[in-house]
């Protein structure tokens, strides 16, 4: 049984969905789990022909490769039945969707409030996405979560008298202490505001989330007999490392989630397990959508990117994508050796996959200056943290190079 971790070393969009998709090629049947974040992750993989962004299913779904949804995973069971249907028809085929009994909810009421939040703040916003996920993260850890067991068992007007309660119970009392009051707001944000007294606002979010768990998501009673009965166990980690919600050296520009190797190591533990490869991925540059610090920053043109990412477009809630160098190898392996040790995982099971090499001629750019990724990789820092190197030319994963 081979079990990895696909993390992302940067600020996210790193390549996390071609990576996943390689090693699902590599191994047919294999089991996914999102294990952090939500919704908002938009992992892209291409194969010869077609094209998706990922987001609540796992990246690894056309090779077939089931997804599990972990109890530290909060899935848009609203948004779900869009992917998936999109997905069906591009493919015809969606690998199945197994979920934790523990697994909790966004709801609308998160989002809602994620985006009063970010516009309250005008030009210091946090750069977060507007899809709720630190917001069901603080409902949630206050004893106010909603699993996916409980949408799927609970009837429509008795899911409803709990979700008004909830509204009573905490919502409120969160946009108070938020100091949005519904005055002196913009009309983009009074109509965000009204949403969150209108029961028909979740009347209707009950309904299309109640058909899509139904129809997509199976609960799992016995996770550890569905880890166990697979040759290949992929844990699929969304953000990067560098926004871990842990990180104070770029807070407050994090993320809610850890988006290391602490979930995947704590559910391994749980069902005694161990981690076989924490596989950190790279572009051959440094990307970051949202506000806040980013070293060595310098313009698209200097990185040498001619076409613009069209799956990071500009939006209201992040801006355009940033674009930076690496920095040097000292400091490129130094969050990596700090996940490593949180979680007592030894540098023999580390391993680099460097993405986007087709875009940098096969350099690593670096504030330090321009290197070939041969040259980069014989680095002794780099050498004695990685046990494997992982490359790819393409972003078709059928090029990567081992």
């Known amino acids: 049984m081979n079990i990895r971790a696909v993390i992302g070393k940067g600020f996210g969009d790193e390549g996390k969905g ?36 990922f987001h609540q299913l796992s990246a690894g779904s056309f090779r077939m490769a089931d997804t599990f949804w972990a109890d530290s995973y909060y899935p848009d069971l609203y948004k779900l ?48 996405c507007g899809m709720g996920i630190n917001e069901c993260d603080l409902r949630t850890g206050a004893g106010f979560g909603i699993t996916v067991e409980e949408v799927l068992g609970t009837g429509e007007e008795d899911l409803l008298k709990k979700l008004l309660e909830l509204r009573e119970g905490y919502t409120r009392l969160r946009l108070s202490h938020l100091g949005i009051d519904g005055k002196s707001l913009s009309s ?12 028909d606002v979740l009347s209707n979010w009950i309904i299309e989330a109640q058909k899509n768990a139904e129809k997509n998501v199976s609960i799992c009673g016995d996770v550890s007999g569905l880890l166990t009965s697979r040759q290949q166990v992929l844990f699929e980690t969304g953000q990067g490392l560098l926004l871990d919600s842990e990180n104070e050296e770029y807070a407050p520009h994090v993320t809610a989630s850890r988006t290391g190797l602490y979930n995947p190591c704590r559910i391994l533990k749980k069902y005694g397990l161990e981690l076989s490869e924490a596989v950190y991925i790279t572009r051959s540059y440094v990307t970051r959508h949202g506000a806040g610090h980013l070293p060595y920053e310098c313009t698209p043109a200097e990185i040498g990117i ?19 160098k690496h920095p040097g190898a000292e400091e ?37 200056g321009d290197i070939t990724v041969e040259e980069f990789v014989s680095i002794p820092v780099i050498q004695e943290t990685f046990a494997n190197i992982y490359k790819s030319y393409s972003r078709i994963n059928r090029e990567c190079d081992d």
């Open 18 to 53: 071609l990576a996943t998709d390689y090693f699902c090629s590599k191994s047919p049947g294999t089991l996914v789990i999102k294990h952090n974040g939500g919704a908002q992750a938009g992992h892209t993989v291409e194969t010869p022909g077609k094209r998706f962004v």
């Open 81 to 128: 039945g869009e992917e998936v249907e999109e997905f069906n028809t591009l493919t015809g085929i969606c690998p199945k969707i197994y979920c934790d009994p523990g697994t909790c909810v966004t709801i609308i009421d998160d989002i809602l409030i994620n985006m009063l939040l970010e516009m309250s703040r005008g030009d210091k916003r946090h750069g977060s």
């Open 188 to 199: 983009e944000a009074q109509e965000l505001y009204d949403m969150l007294g209108a029961s």
């Open 306 to 324: 001619t076409t613009p990412d069209i799956t990071n477009v500009h939006n209201p809630w992040q801006g355009d994508i940033r674009y930076a």
């Open 332 to 368: 490129f392996v130094r969050p990596v050796l700090e996940d490593l040790d949180e979680c007592g995982i030894e540098k023999t099971k580390a391993s680099l996959f460097i993405t986007h090499l087709n875009e940098t001629d096969g350099k690593i750019l670096t504030g330090e």
